[in-house]
C-alpha cells in the first residue's frame, strides 16, 4: 500500500487513520510557543511532504496554525493525486492536537472550500477565518492566510487559474531537478523560488503585498501580521507594523515560530536537515 485510494474532503481532512511512516524514536524535540505553516499544497506533486514530516517529527509547540492552502483543491480537482506522505502529513497534525497541542485552521484560496467550516471544531483542529494571536511579550498579531489582499485573486480570478497552471509546470520542474540533486547526494535547493527572485515584477508584486497586508493590520490596531499566500519567507517592519510571513512547504520549505519568550524566526528546514546531517557525520568520523 502507498496510497489512500480517495481524496479526503471535509470532514475526512480530520480523520486519517494511521501513518504509512511511523513516526521515529527522536529523543528531544525541538519546542516552541506558537508555530505557523501555510501552503503546504497536500495533493500535488511539489508539495515537500518528506521535509514537512521530518519538520514535524522534530519539533513541538502548544500552538499550532494551519495559515492555508494545506490541501490544493484547485489541483484536486483537474487530478488527483494523494500518496502515502500527504496522508502522513494530515495524521501528524492531528496527533498533536489529540496530544493536547492547540491547532487552528484558517484557510486559504486553494483549499477555500473549508471555509464553509468556519467557527467548527474538528478532531481538535478550529477552523477559524482569521484569528488574533497574542505572543509571549503582549504583542497582539493578526493571523491570516492573506488572499485578502491579493488583487489578481480579487480582481482577475481567471487570470489567477493560469497563473497556478503555469506555477504548476515550474513546480514540476521543481521536484524533476531535486530528484536528480538526491540520487547525486546534493540538498535540497528551490529552482522555483530561484526564479521569482530572479524576476524583477515578481520582486515587485511581493514588496507591494507585503505593505498592503501591513498597512490593512496597522489600520486593525494590532501590533503586527502572519501571513502566508505568496511563498515567500520574511519579518520585517513596514510602517511601525511587524510583517510576518510563513513561506511555504512547496519552494522555501519554511516555518514561522515564536520562542517561549516572544521572539520570532523563520525556521529554514532544509537547512537545519542539512546541518543535522553534517552534525552526525562529524560525529561519526570523531568516534
Not at 517529527?57 to 500518496?83: A, C, E, N, Q
Not at 523560488?193 to 503585498?209: G, L
Request: hydrophobic share 40%; net charge neutral.
Amino acid at each position: 500500500m502507498n496510497a489512500i485510494t480517495r481524496i479526503p474532503l471535509e470532514g475526512d481532512l480530520f480523520h486519517a487513520s494511521g501513518p504509512y511512516h511511523p513516526e521515529p524514536a527522536v529523543t528531544e524535540r525541538r519546542r516552541f510557543r506558537t508555530i505557523w505553516i501555510s501552503d503546504i499544497h497536500l495533493g500535488t506533486r511539489g508539495c515537500n511532504a518528506k521535509l514537512l514530516i521530518d519538520f514535524l517529527d522534530h519539533t513541538d509547540s502548544d500552538t499550532m496554525y494551519l495559515v492555508g492552502d494545506i490541501i490544493d483543491g484547485w489541483r484536486m480537482k483537474k487530478r488527483f493525486y494523494w500518496p502515502a506522505t500527504h496522508n502522513d502529513v494530515v495524521w501528524r497534525v492531528m496527533k498533536r492536537a489529540k496530544r493536547g497541542t492547540r491547532v487552528v485552521y484558517i484557510p486559504g484560496n486553494h483549499d477555500e472550500m473549508f471555509r464553509q467550516f468556519t467557527g467548527l471544531n474538528f478532531g481538535g483542529v478550529e477552523i477559524r477565518r482569521k484569528a488574533i494571536h497574542e505572543t509571549a511579550d503582549g504583542r497582539k498579531l493578526l493571523v491570516l492566510h492573506g488572499d485578502e489582499f491579493d488583487t489578481i485573486m480579487l480582481a482577475h480570478r481567471w487570470l489567477a487559474f493560469v497563473g497556478d497552471a503555469a506555477y504548476g509546470l515550474l513546480m514540476r520542474l521543481n521536484t524533476v531537478v531535486n530528484a536528480v540533486r538526491q540520487r547525486m547526494g546534493l540538498p535540497y535547493w528551490s529552482l522555483s523560488k530561484t526564479a521569482k527572485h530572479k524576476v524583477k515584477n515578481a520582486v515587485e508584486f511581493i514588496s507591494r503585498f507585503e505593505e498592503v497586508v501591513a498597512h490593512e493590520a496597522g489600520t486593525r490596531g494590532v501590533d503586527g501580521v502572519v501571513c502566508g499566500h505568496i511563498h515567500t519567507a520574511e519579518i520585517r517592519s513596514i510602517g511601525g507594523v511587524e510583517y510576518f510571513n510563513d513561506g511555504d512547504w512547496v519552494e522555501g520549505c519554511t516555518a514561522l515560530v515564536e520562542h517561549f519568550d516572544g521572539r520570532m524566526e523563520v525556521l529554514h528546514w532544509a537547512d537545519e536537515i542539512a546541518a543535522r546531517d553534517a552534525a552526525a557525520h562529524e560525529l561519526a568520523a570523531a568516534a
